[in-house]
């Protein structure tokens, strides 16, 4: 067997900064390459720059490097997205494109994919959304998304190309900040409330969407990942559930920290988006296929959170 050789895209990003020490724990240091389209000046470890819209640079990578598996977050998310939507469907499209047809031809083990809840639209099931279903996204992240995990199936059926995808709901982290999303309101609160700040939201208070915990994000991911090739039956892209709140129910978790913190909605373009998406995920074919099963739900990934950013914010003031 070969030696595994990790190339993560968009190392940078609010995923890949943990998934990229997440790998390197487990495939050692110098066989993780980590790149990115902007710099890292953070370490040693081995880093590229990577614009995923140049091919060719990624195959020279790819072909020197000796990489075995790809991880592909680069993309532009939903908020964002919209600012620019040609644009978005060239980012997201074509770095796929490029990162499966790379894949295919130097013989990639395995690749990820990570799609979305931005895939679901206004006549999905709004709750317990069945893996399969109605996608009819709104947003061109999502309508990217969507065309990307039948992609990945095309590249799988027709060229035997191993690609594994979770359709992540919103990811909630203290080590990394999301960008351009609209679930990022749920990392930003937690930063406010830990810096006794009131926090404004930008969506209504009862608008009810799929979370996930960023530790819980990054074991799906790696469980998928390692899971034998015959129990990934889903070769579009899986549901994955966590937990589902709302604004006001996160606040109210908050507040039994907090007892001060308070909140105000002042809804804005993402609230249509965030409507759109659903509320509750079935993710009953991840449990089944490769024993999927969360760790964190809303109480236990509050108390982290809390803790986790109070130290951070500690150090910040001793420095
Ligand atoms: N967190 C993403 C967003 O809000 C959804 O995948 O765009």
Redesign the pocket.
Known sequence: MRKDRILVIGANGQIGTVLTAALREHYGNNNVIASDIRANNDDNSPFELLNILDGERLSEIVKTKKITQIYHLAAI???SGEKNPRKTWDINMNGLFNVLDVAKDHAIDKVFFPS???VFGKTTPKYDTPQHTILDATTI?GISKDAGESWCQYYFLKHGVDVRSLR?P??ISYQSM?G?????YAVDIFHKAVQGQNFECFLEKDTMLPMIYMPDTIRATCELMDAPAEKIKIRTSYNLAAMSFTPQEIADEIKQHIPNFKISYKPDFRQAIADSWTATIDDSEARKDWGWKEAFDISKMTKDMIIQLGKKYQKKQMI
């Open positions: 998310l939903s908020a979305s809840i931005a992240y992540f919103g990811v999301p351009g999303g609209t679930t990022d």
